[in-house]
T-cell receptor, first 112, second 112 residues
Framework: AQRVTQPEKLLSVFKGAPVELKCNYS??????LFWYVQYSRQRLQLLLR??SRESIKGFTADLNKGETSFHLKKPFAQEEDSAMYYC??????????????FGQGTILTVHP | DTAVSQTPKYLVTQMGNDKSIKCEQN?????MYWYKQDSKKFLKIMFS???????INETVPNRFSPKSPDKAHLNLHINSLELGDSAVYFC???????????FGPGTRLTVL
């Protein structure tokens, strides 16, 4: 079974401070991991995918298979980063056809 | 040029009624999904269709019946609505390059 855990429901930082949103997963196969962001009352948008190792809006995330983690980081938070962040795991093939299993979400608030 | 669209955006109805939510994607994807986001913002998959065929049914009550008339559309019909069905329902479709999913704007269902 696949499972995603985001231990922090709420995270508050001040503008310009570093931010790290934690994500741990359990999965018996080779996972595909994503971070999605949901701004207030909007649709979910893909922020990052581990496979492409990119930086979007200053955010990065590294897959650590030893620690089964995929933490999201940004060195200097901005007020516009305030949103709900979801870590998600996908089973690309097999019988699950890429269904996403989401963590519980972390609400990030960046104060001025 | 909206990629994934849903109608209606808001739906307020009485307990016991039957209602439908429609989803359309113009991305040419083969796989589509319905997710439910509850009042605690927890996201959970409900159904998935691949090329009009049901492939995931995550122990959803049989009052919920998805229908895919073609691979660009996935509708959700709900019979005998209950208070607990109040939630935001998101439709999504899956790309083939990186297995990422693209989400619709959501339908906020309120059952009174």
């Amino acid at each position: 079974a696949q499972r995603v855990t985001q231990p922090e429901k709420l995270l508050s930082v001040f503008k310009g401070a570093p931010v790290e949103l934690k994500c741990n997963y359990s999965y018996s196969g080779s996972p595909e991991l994503f971070w999605y962001v949901q701004y207030s009352r909007q649709r979910l948008q893909l922020l990052l995918r581990h496979i492409s190792r990119e930086s979007i809006k200053g955010f990065t995330a590294d897959l650590n298979k030893g620690e089964t983690s995929f933490h999201l980081k940004k060195p200097f938070a901005q007020e516009e980063d305030s949103a709900m962040y979801y870590c998600a795991l996908s089973n690309a093939g097999g019988t699950s056809y890429g269904k996403l299993t989401f963590g519980q979400g972390t609400i990030l608030t960046v104060h001025p | 040029d909206t990629a994934v669209s849903q109608t209606p955006k808001y739906l307020v109805t009485q307990m016991g009624n039957d209602k439908s939510i429609k989803c359309e994607q113009n991305l040419g994807h083969d796989t589509m999904y319905w997710y439910k986001q509850d009042s605690k913002k927890f996201l959970k998959i409900m159904f998935s269709y691949n090329n009009k065929e049901l492939i995931i049914n995550e122990t959803v009550p049989n009052r919920f019946s998805p229908k895919s008339p073609d691979k660009a559309h996935l509708n959700l019909h709900i019979n005998s609505l209950e208070l607990g069905d109040s939630a935001v329902y998101f439709c999504a479709s899956r790309g083939t390059k990186y297995n990422e999913q693209f989400f619709g704007p959501g339908t906020r269902l309120t059952v009174l």
